[in-house]
């Protein structure tokens, strides 16, 4: 799969990265989406750096905590890890021709990727319900040091990358119809590769934002 | 083979499938017809930000009084007229002109590729653009006005509706530049993608031209600016409608990270208006200088430096913003080094003219008229680099001369040799050079008389963006001059007329194109003007660079450069 | 030559200095560029039987051109960061000076004096609009911040300029050196009526001064 391009006529054209469009496509798209995440990251850090309280974990919530239930998180993230295996797993699979691997897998990283998203509008109505929102509720704003922008960081971020699995999911569940129709082959599964570029770039930054949103 | 398949894809369509006329014109594929068609929309939107700058400058030339036919300017729509004015200008006319327009049409048939890599993502990046168009179009015609926070959207003036008078307008500006920053995303990824993929044999990274080149490197950094404008509007648009408070300093946020977050987009976004043009004219100036490009590694690199270093000067739109007083000095540094290689990039022009044989064939008039007015604008921009000078002249008409000297007499005039130079091949026909001549020439004279006076005005201190200057005693001496920029503004506008007429006289009735008309070196004349679908019959072979003219010992003064060497067969 | 506006503060002139000599280097490589140019169109326009030189470039000429702006340009940004220093660096902010809050706002000037105890945030400070009356010869320093948008604080006669953030307190100063009214202007776009955001700097004599205040309190 990594030869030059042949263009019509059967020349072959410069070398190039040695890499098909499709995936240089997906690299160089996902290098846009590292800039997208630095703006949202970036702001979220300026804004947290310039303020002087901000609401830590480990710490009760009357004492300026933070509401976020990071457990419940934990285990989500640790789903999306999973789906990261799976996926590798889907991809391993057709490489070796392996049609009932590819599909077993590709089904698995739907489920789990779904799950996720579903587990983050549990999370979400869950915080909506306590008044954590980018405009707390008068009780909350009370301890929780400047929980509107807490709130109006919070979501945007995690509501962009849960928005980036949403896709992700809806892509994923076009791959697997297609696998389920046999259009891939071991020569030629281009298109597993890409979506497993995507879903692997989308897990990485989740870890990067728990990390930042819900850790420190 | 997926891959062998897909860029086969476009061909097989051609050969076996006669199109109807929508998938051939409207929802078309081929990176040619695109191109086409942006720029037709870009030129209409030129026309569009043209007649905004005429009412505000009307405004400031004539405060208060009626204009005919039209009646007065009040204050909130002059802020409207400022906002809309620039964001057309920049978003919706010479972005568009320079990298929808030419890198769609030229890579390909530059680097002898039979069209994009992705040709539906770059059909659906047209109908994006088209989409904001419209919605940014819409937001003039909406109740409480279109956006007047400047095309800058300092928050937290954009950010409350009752701040600017303007609500639903302001969340459509932000809506339309999503639609455009996507629609910018998905060009990027396909040109980036087609250029280092997609190149014919022999097509060495350095033998690309400088127009690929510039136009690659554009492509780079509107792929990694654009999310940064993309996050901080969609940041904006919540603390609109949502409630957030990233830019509320009431609640926390801080308008300062607005300014921040636009200008690192927005000095990048700078280089993606002005580095094409550069390339476009390096192009122009050795094919009519009958020369080779003088120093065509130093200018690539220049373009390289340039792009890089557009990436660490944000803050020098930021000297008087309350930013800490040390930064200013870093950035002064940053910003001061980057006229460096824009002065590689003006001798080596002059370089190229030197000792050569030169044709004034149309689009050299303009590329010779860009060496000249965007000497100006780069020396200009040393004034502003110096953060002690900015003190003064930040936020003033000094600042409108510069930007309108490089964008305009830089980028327009590189658009215009442009639109002159690769009409031909386009649409099969030239353009009338008489006429063509006659609007440079108009064109440049109107262009200073225009423009130029506002040095002066900013030096008065005359500030930007104010409703009626003879508010100010200070002011009042210069108003005789603002007047006289109006109907040079005015009469700049009305010369653009021949332009028009020619452009379309020429498309039906103009004399037909034969394949290499200016007897260029490039690809894209080695094949029938208009190209056909799929653009080359045979893939070609590159064997040299594409400047080279005056070859000593050569029967012609130009080599084609899939042109065997001869002996060779 | 006078093209900026007459200079009334104690920094204007080296400002002005800076800008002329900008003016004049920049002056200089804009005639040599466009005489070059324009002796070019003429000496090496197109004639049959003549043809082009092929020259591909010369390194010698590139690092001439290279390193000749760079050392112009480093030039200027040493004489650049002097005044700029001077100007905007709080640890060279003049001490003994008068204490101004001023305050923007769509679309006025508000200028909180220290009352007769010579100090900010206390019973006796008056509010002034529009209108601020400073002494001669003295520095003024003043904390600027705004209620709702970003302002800028611009006198053109006292080369100072400065951005009013909301939520920010920014110091900035200067020292008027002649007698007489002036315009302050919003150079920022603040909204509707940005262009009519005006105010006055009334510079006055110590006396003066002194009994303006005095009437104040």
Not at chain 2, 25 to 50: C, E, M, N, P, R
Not at chain 2, 204 to 216: D, I, N, Y
Not at chain 2, 307 to 327: R, V
């Amino acid at each position: 799969m990594n030869e030059a391009i042949t263009l019509p006529g059967g020349v072959t054209a410069e070398p190039g990265m040695r890499i098909y469009n499709q995936k240089l496509g997906m690299w160089i798209f996902l290098a846009s989406e590292v800039m997208f995440f630095t703006g949202l990251i970036g702001a979220y850090i300026i804004l947290r750096f310039g303020t002087t309280a901000w609401a830590l974990p480990g710490v009760p919530l009357e004492e300026g905590g933070t509401p976020l239930a990071i457990n419940l998180t934990a285990f989500n993230t640790f789903m999306l890890i999973c789906s990261s295996v799976t996926m590798v797993k889907a991809f391993a699979a057709i490489e070796h021709g392996d049609q009932k691997g590819l599909r077993r897998y590709l089904v698995a990283t739907v489920l789990l990727g779904a799950a996720f998203v579903g587990i983050q509008v549990v999370e979400y109505i869950a915080l909506a319900h306590e008044g954590f929102l980018p405009r707390c509720s008068e009780e909350l704003a009370a301890v929780v040091p400047n929980c509107d922008l807490f709130g109006s960081t919070f979501y945007t971020m995690t509501g962009f990358h849960g928005t980036h699995v949403s896709i992700g999911v809806l892509c994923m569940i076009w791959v697997t119809v297609k696998a389920f129709r046999g259009k891939y082959t071991k020569e030629n599964h281009g298109g597993v590769e890409v979506i497993g570029l995507y879903w692997h770039f989308v897990d990485l930054v989740w870890i990067m934002l728990f990390t930042i949103v819900y850790l420190i | 083979m997926a891959t062998a398949a897909a860029a086969a894809a476009p061909l097989a369509d051609a050969h076996h499938e006669e199109l109807s006329f929508i998938r051939k014109y409207i929802f078309s594929t081929d990176h040619k017809i695109i191109g086409i068609q942006f720029l037709f929309a870009s030129l209409a939107f030129l026309v569009l930000g043209g007649v905004l700058a005429i009412l505000l400058r009307w405004q400031l030339g004539f405060p208060g009084e009626e204009l005919p036919g039209v009646g007065t300017v009040a204050p909130k729509f002059y802020n409207s007229l400022v906002t809309m004015h620039g964001t057309f200008m920049v978003f919706f006319a010479v972005m568009p002109l320079l990298v929808g327009v030419y890198a769609n049409y030229l890579i390909p048939l530059k680097i002898g590729a039979p069209d994009m890599a992705f040709p539906r993502l770059n059909m659906l990046s047209f109908w994006m653009f088209i989409q904001s168009g419209i919605v940014m179009t819409a937001s003039l015609f909406v109740e409480g006005g279109a956006a007047g926070s400047g095309w800058t959207a300092y928050a937290p003036l954009s950010a409350v509706p009752q701040y600017t008078g303007a609500s639903l307008g302001q969340q459509l500006w932000i809506l339309s530049i999503v639609l455009f920053g996507a629609s910018s995303l998905l060009g990027s990824v396909n040109y980036i993608t087609t250029v280092i993929n997609m190149r014919a044999p022999g097509m060495t990274l350095f033998r690309m031209p400088l127009s690929v080149w510039a136009l690659f490197i554009t492509a780079i950094i509107a792929l990694l600016a654009i999310p940064i404008i993309a996050a901080a509007v969609i940041m904006l648009f919540f603390d609109l409608t949502l409630g957030t408070t990233f830019f509320l300093p009431a609640d926390g946020g801080q308008p300062l990270l607005w300014q921040h977050l636009f200008w690192f987009f927005g000095h990048p976004e700078v280089y993606i208006l002005i580095l094409p043009a550069m390339g476009i004219i390096s192009d122009v100036i050795a094919n009519g200088s009958r020369k080779p490009v003088f120093g065509y590694h130093s200018m690539v690199l220049a373009i390289i430096a340039i792009a890089f270093l557009g990436w660490i000067t944000w803050g020098h739109h930021m000297f008087q913003s309350g930013m800490n007083p040390l930064l200013g000095t870093s950035f002064m540094i940053s910003t001061m080094a980057i006229a460096v290689p824009s002065a590689i990039k003006v001798f080596n022009w002059l370089g190229t003219m030197w000792r050569g044989n030169i044709r004034f064939h149309t689009p050299m008039l303009w590329a010779i008229g860009f060496v000249s007015l965007f000497t100006v604008g780069g020396l200009s921009g040393i004034f502003m680099a110096s953060n002690a000078v900015d003190i003064f002249i930040h936020d003033t008409y000094f600042i409108v001369a510069h930007i309108h000297y490089v964008l305009f007499g830089g980028s327009l005039m590189a658009i215009f040799a442009a639109v002159y130079f690769w009409f031909p091949k386009m649409f099969g026909r030239m353009m009338s050079e008489t006429w063509g001549k006659i609007h440079f020439v108009l064109t440049f004279i109107f262009y200073n008389l225009t423009f130029f006076p506002m040095h002066i005005l900013g030096m008065a201190g005359h500030m930007r963006r104010i409703y009626d200057p003879t508010q100010y005693e200070f002011l009042q001496p210069y108003q005789p001059m603002n007047r006289f920029i109006t109907i040079s503004a005015i009469l700049l506008f009305v010369v653009q007329l021949p332009f028009i007429v020619n452009f379309f006289w020429s498309l039906f009735r103009g004399k037909k194109a034969d394949i290499n008309p200016w007897q260029d070196n490039g690809l894209e004349w080695t094949v029938p003007s208009p190209p056909p679908h799929g653009n080359f019959a045979m893939t070609p072979t590159v064997y040299r660079g594409p400047y080279e003219f005056s070859v000593p010992g050569a029967e012609a003064d130009y080599m084609p450069q899939s042109v065997p060497p001869s002996g060779s067969q | 030559m006078d093209w900026l506006p007459g200079a009334a503060s104690s920094y204007a002139a080296d400002l002005d200095r800076i800008f002329y000599v900008i003016l004049a280097i920049t002056g200089l490589i804009f005639v040599g560029v466009q005489v070059a140019l324009v002796y070019f169109i003429i000496k090496y326009r197109g004639r049959k039987g003549r043809q082009a030189s092929y020259v591909e470039g010369s390194t010698k000429a590139e690092v001439i051109w290279t390193v000749i702006p760079a050392v112009i340009i480093v030039g200027i940004a040493v004489a650049s960061q002097t005044v700029w220093s001077e100007i905007k660096d709080p640890n060279h902010f003049p001490t003994d000076a008068l204490e101004v809050n001023v305050e923007a706002r769509q679309f006025a000037w508000a200028f909180t004096y220290p009352g007769a105890d010579g100090e900010l945030g206390t019973d006796d400070d008056y509010i002034r609009y529009n209108q601020m009356h400073v002494p001669v010869n003295r520095p003024v320093v003043f904390n600027l911040t705004s209620v709702d948008v970003v302002h800028s604080f611009f006198v053109p006669a006292f080369r100072i300029k400065q951005d009013a953030v909301p939520g920010m307190n920014l110091r900035a100063w200067f020292e008027a050196t002649e007698v007489g009214e002036y315009e302050l202007a919003c150079a920022e776009l603040c909204g509707v009526a940005h262009g009519l955001m005006k105010g006055k700097i009334i510079v006055l004599s110590e006396d003066e001064f002194q009994s303006w205040a005095a009437e104040q309190s």
